[in-house]
């Protein structure tokens, strides 16, 4: 599994770790499958702008450099394009995610998307988030992952996990 560039200095150097005292939302999403855990906080100014957003994450990686990356796609927009933010925008921003690892993005935006409707609720205000794909106690992290590489000489394939049966289900079969 290779991580870009990019996810490497964000998981290195993360940015804007750490929790706002007296923030004006909190989030904080997990996964009980793969064990991530965050913790989003944010601050709102008056015309619903992202004035500042801290994070603290317990987690592979990946999950350190998406809560990272997504601190800094957020801070100074508006609730409604926060909350905009997708999975593939998190991954597209870091130069790619190993598909295994995409659901840490998931987790990312589902954390700001928790602390905007936090903040709304506290103000009297309707959720506008919508779905928090983590919240689900069916939510399978996995699911729309592929968990292998394949190599350019197509003679052979690298396994990140494998089932049970030792095979991937999907490209062994071809091969």
Known sequence: MLYSDKVMDHFNNPRNVGVIEDADGVGEVGNPVCGDMMK???TVNDSDHIDDVKF???GCG???ATS????EMAKGLSLEEAVAISKQQVA???GGLPPAKM????LATDGLKVAVDDYLKKHGREPIAGEVKSADPNFDPHADEDDHDHDDEGT????DSAGPDGECSVCCQQI
């Open 103 to 106: 659901h840490c993005s998931v």
């Open 156 to 159: 052979g394939h690298v396994h």
């Open 92 to 94: 597209d921003e870091l």
């Open 56 to 58: 603290q994450t317990l």
């Open 40 to 42: 989003i906080t944010i």
């Open 68 to 71: 990272s990356i997504v601190t």
């Open 62 to 64: 990946a999950a350190i």
